[in-house]
């Protein structure tokens, strides 16, 4: 008895010494939450990991949760910053208790992937194209309508299955988004949206549901991030811009779509950015925005969100290319540091 | 007098624990109903009847996943029991000595796969398979049957239901064997006295005398296979229509949660959302309760048949 009383001292004496000395570390190191989008996780995981060295008093906690979650617990002020993949509705914008800004932290792209048995060139889509295959009215690859931009291509009479996800995504914001911009039709019977009502179909769960639905049924035709497609070796095909011209996705084109769009560009960056103007420009692209409330209520913590918003736009693009996202062009740039220059703490 | 408080006190405490179950259920679908309130006042009753899912237009109608989860378990059923119930009564009354613990560890081995693993197997394997080999084979020679018409994706209902019934046959499997060790061997002496073969022996004795745990044991399987999301929505296609082929995209009200749960950004998705986690838990517990009756009944004439 007496054994087990002395222990159980001893025990105490040990966890109350462990205990101050982890409040002691706590006090050092500036927690700062986030929750958001799960696309740009990679790279905000990296960014995170190169500011540690920069400033190291703050320590990032990111929850890539979804971009509905981040929206919900930003507007909730349960997380000190948000991350989302699509803006935000003027509705959305309302519920928040304070002024919300969309601050662009990278650009992504979207690319057309398929699996057509004998076919192993690139192929060409035209944005009606693209349209009829994922609204159905192009059934076959050997239609007609394919084929006048592929001339060369000997496209099998497969029937075309079409691929999408199923779960919430950023990606297939962007993918709708860009569908409603070319097709008037598709616009008015589906819509854009993190999820919506596919016209066909089957539906896969992430990207790596669609590239394995894709890969595994011959004549399927899916949509998935340009960095999951080149990673992954998947083919994916050329898409015509405005100007008319067959855009092969890469970080570059992408970075190309966001400078078509920079003169254009609302004061609050909430922009599309599918379709831009620009001889070079990949077409199906989009931001991804982090959600910081523009007068922050914890002077400490908001001084040093600011800092790293600041160290993210600048410094911390040069990390995005190797993660394959898109850097945002110099111009950009100066006008996302004249908002974070907006914040008050 | 120290062993009483003891005894009342554990009493206690595990009438409590058992309470707190309650107590969290009932939490559960309180705050569930709350939550679904929105799409409850928005679409009615209709939402149960209609089949149209469009997050963009925030037109929602739960038909084709409540659809969707009713069939697929049911054909996980009809493909599992009669699986199962062979694997058990070989196990329990024919295998020689050491096959039966070999095979008894690979099944429980079976129930110990995470669904994720069986759902990419059902992506890699079984939905080639059954596009290449299977769905034209059927659609060959029973194809004048509506459940064997239309394209081959190789994923949709079917597949579904083939990978759900793998993962209950473990659950039906071990529990009815367990459930036929308990019949007394002085029935099967009885039978056998009496002349019966060992089909009849197997039949009459043992199946009619474990005929509830039986039934017990499918109850369990199918509740396994109603809450089933992660290896579902990988091979189902996940596509919201009503469609009386087996070889068509299908949805359930597990995998739409999942899938579409983490991106809902406004209220009226969220809630409809949670309606449809609603009327599964609402699903679940009236096939629970439907399979329980018939339990009663049958252990009401069993007991009447001993007497």
């Known amino acids: 008895m007496k054994r087990l009383l002395s ?11 462990s205990l101050a000395a982890n409040t002691g570390l706590a006090e050092k190191i500036l927690l700062i939450n986030g929750a958001g989008a799960t696309f740009p996780y990679p790279l905000y995981s990296k960014w995170f990991y190169e500011y540690a060295k920069v400033d190291p008093s703050v320590n990032f906690n990111y929850q890539s949760i979804g971009s509905g979650g981040g929206i919900r617990q930003i507007t909730a002020q349960t997380v000190d910053f948000g991350a989302s993949d699509g803006a935000l509705t003027d509705a959305q914008l309302k519920a928040a ?34 349209a009829g295959i994922f609204l ?61 009502n596919w016209p066909v179909g089957l539906g896969a769960k992430g990207n790596e549901g669609v590239a394995g639905l894709v890969k595994q049924t011959p004549g399927a035709v899916g949509y998935v991030e340009l ?119 | 007098m120290k062993t009483r408080f003891v005894d009342s006190g554990f009493k206690k405490a595990v009438t409590l624990l058992a309470l707190s179950v309650a107590v969290l259920t009932c939490l559960l679908v309180y705050n569930m109903a709350a939550n679904a309130v929105p799409a409850m006042q928005k ?4 939402f149960l009847f209609t089949s149209t899912w469009d997050p963009v237009k925030e037109i929602f109608g739960a038909l084709p996943f409540i659809y969707g989860t009713i069939v697929s378990s049911a054909l996980a059923l009809l493909i599992a029991v009669p699986v199962s119930l062979g694997i058990a009564v070989y196990l329990a009354e024919l295998a020689p000595l050491y096959i039966r613990q070999p095979l008894n ?67 039906i499997s071990s529990i009815s064997r367990e459930v036929f060790l308990t019949v007394p061997f002085t029935q099967r002496e009885a039978a056998s006295a009496l002349g019966a073969t060992r089909w009849e022996t197997i039949r009459l004795a043992v199946l009619g005398y474990a005929k509830p745990g039986v039934m017990g044991a499918v109850i369990l399987g199918l509740g396994r296979a109603l809450g089933e999301t992660m290896a579902v929505t990988m091979v189902i296609g996940n596509r919201p229509e009503i469609s009386a082929s087996l070889f068509a995209p299908s949805y359930t009200m597990a995998s739409v949660i999942a899938n579409e749960f983490i991106e ?39 007991k009447i048949a001993n007497i």
Not at chain 2, 119 to 135: C, E, K, S, T, Y
């Open chain 2, 264 to 302: 809902a950004t406004s209220n009226l998705y969220l809630s409809a959302l949670i309606e449809v986690g609603l009327i599964l838990f609402f699903v679940t517990l009236l096939i629970n309760i439907a399979a329980r009756a018939l339990i009663w009944k049958v252990l009401s004439k069993a």
């Open chain 1, 97 to 130: 208790p304070r002024e919300l800004l969309h601050i662009p932290m990278t650009a992504g792209a979207v690319v057309v992937t398929y699996n057509i048995p004998g076919v192993s060139e690139s192929l060409r889509f035209a944005p009606e194209v693209v």
């Open chain 1, 227 to 345: 960095a999951y497609a080149v990673k992954n070796n998947l083919p994916y095909g050329d898409i015509q811009n405005k100007s008319g011209n067959f855009i092969t996705p890469s970080i570059e084109s992408t970075t190309t779509a966001v400078n078509g769009k920079v003169n254009s560009m609302p004061e609050d960056f909430r922009v599309s950015l599918v379709n831009p103007d620009g001889e070079d420009a990949y077409p199906i692209a989009g931001f991804t925005w982090i959600l910081v409330y523009k007068d922050q209520v914890d002077s400490v913590k908001g001084k040093k969100v600011v800092e790293f918003l600041r160290w993210a736009v600048t410094d911390g693009q040069k990390y995005s290319a190797d993660l394959l996202y898109s850097p945002l062009p110099k111009s950009m740039v100066r006008k996302i540091e004249d908002k974070i220059n907006q914040i008050s703490y």
């Open chain 2, 105 to 171: 560890f690979l099944i429980e081995l079976l129930a110990a796969i995470p669904s994720v693993v069986y759902g990419l197997w059902g992506i890699f394997v079984l939905a080639p398979f059954l596009r290449d080999i299977a769905q034209p084979f059927l659609s060959n020679y029973l194809g004048f049957l509506p459940v064997f018409k239309g394209e081959f994706y190789g994923v949709g209902m079917l597949t579904a239901g083939i990978i759900l019934s793998i993962m209950i046959i473990p659950t």
């Open chain 1, 136 to 196: 159905g009215s192009i059934k076959r690859w050997d239609d007609p309508r394919i084929a006048e931009y592929n001339t060369g291509i000997n496209l099998p009479g497969q029937n075309i299955i079409v691929a999408h996800r199923s779960d919430g995504s950023g990606t297939t914001n962007i993918f709708t988004d860009y569908l409603c911009s070319i097709s008037s039709n598709w616009n008015s019977k589906v819509g854009k949206g993190t999820s919506v």
């Open chain 1, 7 to 17: 222990a159980l001292v001893i025990a105490a004496v040990v966890f109350s010494i």
């Open chain 2, 43 to 46: 679409f009615g009753p209709a």
